[in-house]
């Protein structure tokens, strides 16, 4: 192997032919209003971690959907479940639930 | 491909007779022998009338895409083509350079939509040489001149891209650059989703094109990506997508009408091999990466060597096998006199020392 | 008194039968062989899934049981002051409906998704017809496993000279999903949309329920270009614009949901009456409020989607209004 | 007397199998349990908790004195069960002394004494009255098993709406549990009718049985009656421990233990089986949960989650679909902590190391404002403008200097967290709060949100700071005359927020201040029955459309008060009520700030 003196990008598309939707499928399984987000962002926007942190509700439960799991178990703990999210939800979502449930499904505890 | 009827919708014209002939920069250095079997072909094997100026230069286009060279001064670079080729009383000019092509494209449409940039051009262009220039009549890029011959070409064949041990048409990928027909799709043959310019050859060759999900996406080269040794991780990255998307398709070779796009596709296999340990053609190999002027060249009968094959980076031997070309494979680094021109070191990706098999003669 | 109602889609067929309850005389001159228009290639109406030939037939039988009088196979040529010239000569009457309707967007305009190149490259149109036929599959006669909608085709698109909304392809994807999803419950759909516009009655229900119930994945993003993979798929590329990140997929069948143009024949009634047309080329109504059926000369009433896109519903409702106009207007004569 | 016979065997192999499995279990889990809990025992064992406990076994194990209060029939249907049993065991052995003198008699022979004492003269006037006194307990305990066939049949009729459904083990107990008595019946009968020993109800079920079959028949039958009698028993001492019937024994220990202090913790420990065996699984937790009532979710009640828990059988969706709200604990015969419980179950699912998650908290401090009282709104009060609003003039009349901590956003309390099993996680917050009050120094801390309340009253250690709900704090101010308020002629109702009443015990500070500006009109379900709004954020399994219905049930009975709005002392209620009613719905703040006297 020759060190040119540059590596080869990976690429930043998401690719749905390859990304493992197993995972992603249960989890709307078990909760099927997931489904129902509309992407309006008031989750994000009263979320009481977002004030002071980066964690976007919402991207992240949209990259799970589409089977991007890096990073979604470090993210969301950083929710403090404090429920904010649920009562702002237009499409009466159980944002807490889906919380625990990616935690749970992308986690190793 | 027989329902790609769509690039019957864009068709341009390109001139019959008596161009103006322009070169690359790329190409003059990597593939010279491409650009000399273009001139061989028209002049020799289709009696046309091709014109160089030897006092024509760089359009800078490499330049102008990596933000190093004005608007303005391009403008009057290109202005001095022009202004050779009025001199030279020619009317129909055609570019080697598939940049040089968009170069000249983008600007003469500039012109049209601005007329007080010519007017300054034209200004500028004095003012420096005192010279004065027309407008092109036709402005054509050398894979369009081809494509308007092929039947011509076809008839005159020699070989056909056909598997000479099956009889299987070759399985050929095409690869057209951004700049033939992204910015300005009518001025490419077939537009600039399907363009049909090498395909039209191929089929009219005897081979079969390989449409692949991937056939789109531009080679990596991107000037300042490939310029910044930084960036070139995103270049080589852009090729890699191809390579990835077009190798379970088998393709036999890949056909390019674009200097850099040519290029890359050759030398980031290589690189690929080095850095990864991947190659995309069988046994371990390459893809062989050919430019419309070896391809036509093949066809007609021409002798791999002269046409400048040898300078691949990914080893040809095995698609000239393939094709039934006949060729001395001893003689690959001999150049004209019989002089040794010195032989690359073996790379991963051809697999294996090629003198082993050839016993290439020093 | 004679009414000449140009084109045999459900709008002329309103506006014939509700002047014929006024006491006129109206005569429907249609281009094709039969009745019916664009609806006769669709399957189901959203949002309620009602079949097609439930709305039209009824309609049909009407206008049999009432003897108005049809002219199939003539192409009108042109509209004067005293009635229309057809292929088949002049129709004399006193006021002319124009339900000229709608043309279907051309997908092979839309080239980089490759509709008529790639086998599994399907309008919706076609697709209403497939399930017309009672057999939806791939080129191969296979079933499809990935399915995607591509919304806006046709539609909010410049480079197609599409400026305007086609309003009723956004529930019709949502709809051909839900139907999809009924003929392969274990495929995967996904929907390709840059904005759902759910503005009638029952579409959002309709397109909540696709999302919750039915697990149709609507990604918001336009596919950008479809190329070939080997076994007769198709790759997609789009930007997945809630994430900012592309995305690219095989899908088995892509469903491009066509928009509509303006009917073609709108310059030549522009041509013989000088009356206008709006910048996306259809009619232009008198206003958009009170004289929304009516055009710029007394005579001329529009119905239906010669003067925008409409749904089934809302053409019936213009018949109907027409109807009323030409009556007040025939009454001043 | 002889002792010796076979039909005796399977009674005895049972009671052999129920005391070493007993043994067994109860001295591994008081073995097991924490060193705190065992000193804490060691402190209490000679006080009065010890006589209380006595006390507390008497009435509730034996006479169901907490099921009387729910039913009266349910609780006859009970005490018949176990204090006939247990006169029957305790008046038999007194027989058998009596009979016998003070030998030594085995097991057997006293509980088949009436077989052993066949051929002995039953003439004696003090023998008859052991006969029939033995004769009535067993109506009595009988009396009680129709109950229980009834209730099978009809629950009803003993006040319950639903009863529980039962596992495999359970129903093998429960019948044998049917037939030991009935068995008992037949098999003294039998035994009478040949020997004449019964009283009135064995005499005469054994002179029926006599006039219907000939005397070799009924010998052969005596036989067989007391193998299956024995049969009986033997299947359910067996099944005992394995089963709900395992309740019997357990509760005593609890009780004991509990008088003594030790609890249930949000960490699983050893006390949790006392606690776990002890559900009788009687099915009372089912009626008054409103998931199963308004919801009808019917696999997570109380009953169901211990019963999963005790067999290792508990999935996390049954941990987690639970408001909370106490309401099923208010109503257990056994007083079992289910809540806590059911915490630490989803410790078990959820608990995952804290390692650095919330490291952004730190320096995070939005607090303004100077002064010793503190105002924490909490997440949700940040959602409800008007109570904040609210506060401010309440606190601006009271003339009280306020440092607010959150009222531009702050970190949460960490009780959300902690409710769903994230223990250690939730400590992060509760640290990082504690340390901003203890930066600013204030005295007291208030707040508008229960949740909140109940979590700094529970596990943050503050140790000067006065903790208050505002209900508190403004009914404070208004008892010394801080705070004038000008009486309304609006009729308001109050619901009592779970987390406030069930969980902090504060009812009376919230109506003393509605009452100081309307008129105060209870609902049917009040106080510690208050219903939940079914938005507690204890729940992360219920979708939206099962919380709007409980929400729709509590306004429906909010409503039939006839009020003219609604007051509520927990913004998360507030949110949640205003969906199930019509009514205007206000926090307790609102009305008071509403209705200020303003100062001249």
């Known amino acids: 192997m020759i060190d040119f003196g540059f590596g080869v990008n990976t690429a930043r598309a998401i690719n749905m032919d390859t990304n493992d939707l197993d995972t992603a499928r249960e989890i709307f399984d078990r909760l099927p209003d997931l489904q129902a987000c509309m992407a309006c962002g008031s989750c994000t926007a009263t979320c009481t971690a977002g004030a002071i942190t980066s964690f976007n509700f919402r991207k992240v439960h949209t990259l799970v959907r589409r089977g991007e799991y890096g990073e979604a178990y470090a993210e969301m703990s950083k929710c403090m479940l404090c429920g904010k999210c649920r009562l702002v939800c237009p499409r009466g979502i159980n944002t807490r639930g889906v919380v625990l449930l990616i935690k749970k499904k992308l986690g190793d505890y | 491909m027989q329902k790609r009827y769509s690039w019957k919708e864009f068709q341009k014209e390109i001139a019959d007779d008596h161009y103006f002939y322009v070169r690359s920069c790329i190409r003059q250095n990597f593939f010279p022998g491409s650009e000399q079997a273009f001139l061989n072909i028209m002049r020799g094997d289709l009696g046309k009338d091709v014109f160089e100026d030897a006092r024509h230069t760089s359009c800078t286009g490499i330049g102008y895409h990596s933000d190093i060279v004005p608007l303005e001064t391009i403008m009057t670079v290109v202005a001095?083509?022009?202004?050779?080729?009025?001199?030279?009383?020619?009317?129909?000019?055609?570019?080697?350079?598939?940049?040089?092509?968009?170069?000249?494209?983008?600007?003469?449409?500039?012109?049209?939509?601005?007329?007080?940039?010519?007017?300054?051009?034209?200004?500028?262009?004095?003012?420096?040489?005192?010279?004065?220039?027309?407008?092109?009549?036709?402005?054509?890029?050398?894979?369009?001149?081809?494509?308007?011959?092929?039947?011509?070409?076809?008839?005159?064949?020699?070989?056909?891209?056909?598997?000479?041990?099956?009889?299987?048409?070759?399985?050929?990928?095409?690869?057209?650059?951004c700049h033939y027909a992204k910015i300005f799709p009518s001025k490419g043959i077939g537009g600039s989703e399907f363009p049909y310019v090498l395909a039209g050859m191929v089929e009219s060759w005897g081979g079969e094109v390989v449409d692949y999900p991937e056939r789109r996406h531009c080679c990596g080269f991107g000037f300042r990506n490939y310029l910044v040794q930084s960036n070139r991780g995103y270049s080589v990255a852009n090729s890699r997508k191809k390579f990835e998307s077009m190798a379970p398709y088998k393709p036999d070779f890949i056909v390019c009408n674009c200097p850099g796009c040519t290029m890359f596709l050759d030398k980031w296999q290589y690189t690929l091999a080095e850095m990864e340990g991947s190659t995309y053609g069988p046994d371990g190999r390459g893809i062989p990466v050919l430019t419309y002027e070896e391809m036509a060249g093949l066809v007609l009968g021409y002798d791999p060597w002269a046409l400048g094959m040898q300078m691949h980076q990914v080893d040809v031997e095995p698609l000239l096998d393939k094709m039934g070309v006949d060729y001395d494979p001893s003689s690959k680094y001999l150049g004209k006199k019989g002089k040794f021109i010195g032989a690359p070191e073996v790379a991963t990706v051809n697999c294996s020392a090629v003198d082993k098999f050839y016993r290439i003669k020093r | 008194?004679?009414?000449?109602?140009?084109?045999?889609?459900?709008?002329?067929?309103?506006?014939?039968?509700?002047?014929?309850?006024?006491?006129?005389?109206?005569?429907?001159?249609?281009?094709?062989?039969?009745?019916?228009?664009?609806?006769?290639?669709?399957?189901?109406?959203?949002?309620?899934?009602?079949?097609?030939?439930?709305?039209?037939?009824?309609?049909?039988?009407?206008?049999?049981?009432?003897?108005?009088?049809?002219?199939?196979?003539?192409?009108?040529?042109?509209?004067?002051?005293?009635?229309?010239?057809?292929?088949?000569?002049?129709?004399?009457?006193?006021?002319?409906?124009?339900?000229?309707?709608?043309?279907?967007?051309?997908?092979?305009l839309k080239e980089e998704y490759g509709y008529g190149i790639y086998d599994n490259v399907i309008t919706s149109a076609d697709l209403e017809q497939m399930m017309n036929n009672g057999k939806i599959a791939l080129a191969d006669g296979t079933q499809p496993h990935r399915i995607a909608f591509l919304h806006c085709v046709g539609s909010r698109d410049e480079k197609v000279q599409q400026r305007h909304c086609s309003k009723v392809c956004c529930v019709t994807g949502v709809k051909q999903a839900i139907e999809m999803r009924r003929w392969f419950p274990h495929s995967e759909i996904y929907n390709f949309y840059m904005d759902i516009r759910m503005f009638g009655p029952g579409y959002e229900e309709m397109y909540r329920s696709a999302q919750q119930e039915h697990g149709i994945q609507f990604i918001r993003g336009r596919i950008s270009e479809a190329a070939p993979v080997k076994g007769g798929k198709v790759q997609i590329k789009a930007e997945d614009t809630l994430v900012g990140r592309p995305l690219k997929m095989t899908v088995d069948m892509l469903v491009l949901l066509i928009g509509m143009t303006a009917g073609c024949s709108n310059s030549r009634w522009t041509e013989c009456t000088g009356l206008s047309q709006s910048d996306s080329h259809f009619m232009r109504p008198l206003d958009m409020f009170e004289g929304n059926v009516r055009s710029e000369l007394p005579n001329v009433f529009y119905a239906g989607t010669v003067t925008s896109p409409k749904t089934i519903g809302e053409s019936l409702n213009e018949a109907n209004a027409a109807a009323m106009r030409v009556a007040a207007y025939l009454e001043t004569l | 007397m002889n002792f010796n016979s076979s039909f005796a065997l399977p009674f005895s192999v049972g009671v052999m199998v129920l005391f070493v499995v007993i043994t067994y279990k109860y001295v591994r889990w008081l073995y097991r349990l924490p060193d705190g809990d065992k000193r804490q025992i060691g402190r209490n064992l000679f006080s009065r908790q010890t006589w209380k406990a006595v006390w507390e076994c008497v009435t509730e194990s034996l006479l169901h004195r907490r099921i009387f209060r729910v039913n009266?029939?349910?609780?006859?249907?009970?005490?018949?069960?176990?204090?006939?049993?247990?006169?029957?065991?305790?008046?038999?052995?007194?027989?058998?002394?009596?009979?016998?003198?003070?030998?030594?008699?085995?097991?057997?022979?006293?509980?088949?004494?009436?077989?052993?004492?066949?051929?002995?003269?039953?003439?004696?006037?003090?023998?008859?009255?052991?006969?029939?006194?033995?004769?009535?307990?067993?109506?009595?305990?009988?009396?009680?098993?129709?109950?229980?066939?009834?209730?099978?049949?009809?629950?009803?009729?003993?006040?319950?709406?639903?009863?529980?459904?039962?596992?495999?083990?359970?129903?093998?107990?429960?019948?044998?549990?049917?037939?030991?008595?009935?068995?008992?019946?037949?098999?003294?009968?039998?035994?009478?009718?040949?020997?004449?020993?019964?009283?009135?109800?064995?005499?005469?079920?054994?002179?029926?049985?006599?006039?219907?079959?000939?005397?070799?028949?009924?010998?052969?039958?005596?036989?067989?009656?007391?193998?299956?009698?024995?049969?009986?028993?033997?299947?359910?001492?067996?099944?005992?421990?394995?089963?709900?019937?395992?309740?019997?024994?357990?509760?005593?220990?609890?009780?004991?233990?509990?008088?003594?202090?030790?609890?249930?913790?949000?960490?699983?420990?050893?006390?949790?089986?006392?606690?776990?065996?002890?559900?009788?699984?009687?099915?009372?937790?089912?009626?008054?949960?409103?998931?199963?009532?308004?919801?009808?979710?019917?696999?997570?009640?109380?009953?169901?989650?211990?019963?999963?828990?005790?067999?290792?059988?508990?999935?996390?969706?049954?941990?987690d679909n639970c408001l909370m709200c106490g309401r099923c604990s208010e109503r257990c015969p056994v007083g079992v902590d289910i809540n806590s419980l059911r915490l630490n179950s989803r410790y078990t699912f959820h608990n995952s190391p804290s390692f650095r998650r919330y490291d952004y908290l730190r320096g995070v401090d939005t607090s303004?404002?100077?002064?010793?009282?503190?105002?924490?709104?909490?997440?949700?009060?940040?959602?409800?403008?008007?109570?904040?609003?609210?506060?401010?003039?309440?606190?601006?009349?009271?003339?009280?200097?306020?440092?607010?901590?959150?009222?531009?956003?702050?970190?949460?309390?960490?009780?959300?967290?902690?409710?769903?099993?994230?223990?250690?996680?939730?400590?992060?917050?509760?640290?990082?709060?504690?340390?901003?009050?203890?930066?600013?120094?204030?005295?007291?801390?208030?707040?508008?949100?229960?949740?909140?309340?109940?979590?700094?009253?529970?596990?943050?250690?503050?140790?000067?700071?006065?903790?208050?709900?505002?209900?508190?704090?403004?009914?404070?101010?208004?008892?010394?005359?801080?705070?004038?308020?000008?009486?309304?002629?609006?009729a308001y109702t109050y619901h009592d927020p779970c987390e406030l009443g069930r969980g902090c015990g504060i009812y009376d500070e919230p109506r003393a201040v509605v009452k100081s500006v309307a008129t105060l009109l209870e609902p049917s379900e009040t106080r510690n029955m208050a219903l939940c709004c079914g938005s507690s954020i204890a729940n992360t399994a219920i979708p939206d459309g099962a919380q709007l219905k409980i929400a729709r049930s509590l306004g429906q009975s909010l409503e039939a008060t006839g009020a003219d709005g609604v007051v509520t002392a927990c913004p998360l209620c507030k949110k949640a009520v205003r969906r199930g009613t019509t009514l205007p719905v206000y926090d307790l703040a609102e009305i008071v700030a509403d209705n200020l006297t303003t100062r001249h």
Request: aromatic fraction near 10%; hydrophobic fraction near 45%.
């Open chain 2, 80 to 177: 001095r083509q022009f202004a050779l080729m009025t001199e030279a009383g020619y009317e129909n000019l055609t570019s080697s350079c598939i940049t040089s092509f968009g170069i000249y494209t983008e600007i003469l449409e500039t012109w049209r939509e601005f007329p007080e940039t010519l007017e300054r051009t034209r200004e500028s262009l004095y003012k420096a040489t005192g010279r004065t220039f027309e407008i092109p009549k036709n402005v054509s890029h050398n894979s369009d001149v081809i494509f308007h011959n092929r039947e011509q070409i076809a008839a005159q064949a020699k070989l056909k891209l056909v598997n000479a041990l099956t009889g299987e048409p070759l399985r050929v990928v095409e690869h057209i650059g």
């Open chain 4, 368 to 490: 303004q404002g100077e002064g010793k009282v503190g105002y924490f709104a909490g997440c949700m009060t940040l959602l409800s403008p008007r109570i904040l609003q609210a506060m401010e003039r309440i606190f601006e009349a009271a003339d009280e200097q306020v440092w607010w901590a959150d009222r531009n956003g702050g970190v949460c309390c960490g009780r959300p967290l902690k409710l769903t099993g994230e223990v250690d996680a939730a400590r992060e917050m509760m640290r990082h709060n504690t340390q901003l009050f203890q930066k600013y120094e204030i005295t007291t801390l208030v707040t508008s949100c229960p949740i909140c309340l109940k979590v700094f009253r529970e596990d943050y250690n503050l140790q000067d700071i006065e903790v208050l709900h505002h209900s508190e704090y403004i009914q404070r101010l208004l008892a010394e005359g801080r705070l004038k308020v000008t009486p309304t002629a609006e």
């Open chain 3, 1 to 108: 008194m004679k009414v000449t109602i140009i084109g045999g889609g459900v709008a002329g067929i309103q506006t014939a039968l509700a002047l014929k309850g006024l006491g006129h005389d109206p005569v429907i001159i249609e281009k094709e062989d039969t009745l019916g228009g664009k609806l006769r290639g669709w399957h189901r109406l959203f949002p309620v899934m009602t079949p097609a030939r439930d709305v039209l037939e009824p309609m049909l039988k009407q206008l049999r049981d009432q003897q108005i009088e049809v002219m199939a196979s003539t192409e009108v040529q042109a509209i004067e002051s005293d009635g229309v010239v057809t292929s088949r000569g002049k129709v004399e009457s006193r006021a002319t409906v124009v339900c000229s309707g709608f043309d279907l967007f051309d997908a092979t």
């Open chain 4, 72 to 319: 009266p029939v349910l609780g006859y249907m009970h005490m018949s069960l176990a204090f006939g049993w247990f006169l029957l065991i305790a008046t038999g052995f007194v027989e058998t002394v009596a009979y016998m003198g003070w030998t030594p008699v085995p097991l057997r022979g006293h509980v088949f004494f009436k077989y052993y004492s066949r051929e002995a003269v039953h003439t004696e006037m003090w023998q008859m009255v052991f006969t029939n006194v033995m004769d009535a307990l067993l109506l009595f305990v009988l009396s009680g098993v129709a109950l229980a066939w009834t209730k099978r049949v009809y629950s009803k009729m003993l006040g319950m709406r639903r009863t529980t459904r039962h596992v495999w083990g359970d129903r093998v107990a429960l019948t044998a549990l049917w037939c030991i008595f009935p068995a008992r019946l037949l098999a003294e009968s039998t035994t009478s009718a040949i020997w004449h020993n019964g009283g009135f109800l064995t005499g005469w079920v054994g002179s029926l049985l006599a006039d219907a079959m000939s005397p070799e028949t009924l010998v052969a039958m005596e036989s067989v009656v007391w193998w299956v009698y024995s049969f009986a028993l033997g299947i359910f001492f067996c099944a005992m421990p394995f089963s709900r019937y395992m309740h019997i024994f357990t509760e005593v220990p609890l009780i004991f233990l509990r008088r003594w202090g030790i609890k249930s913790d949000d960490r699983p420990k050893s006390f949790d089986h006392f606690q776990l065996e002890a559900c009788s699984r009687c099915g009372i937790c089912i009626d008054p949960c409103q998931l199963q009532r308004d919801a009808g979710i019917n696999t997570v009640q109380g009953v169901y989650f211990l019963r999963d828990r005790r067999y290792n059988m508990l999935s996390a969706e049954v941990a």
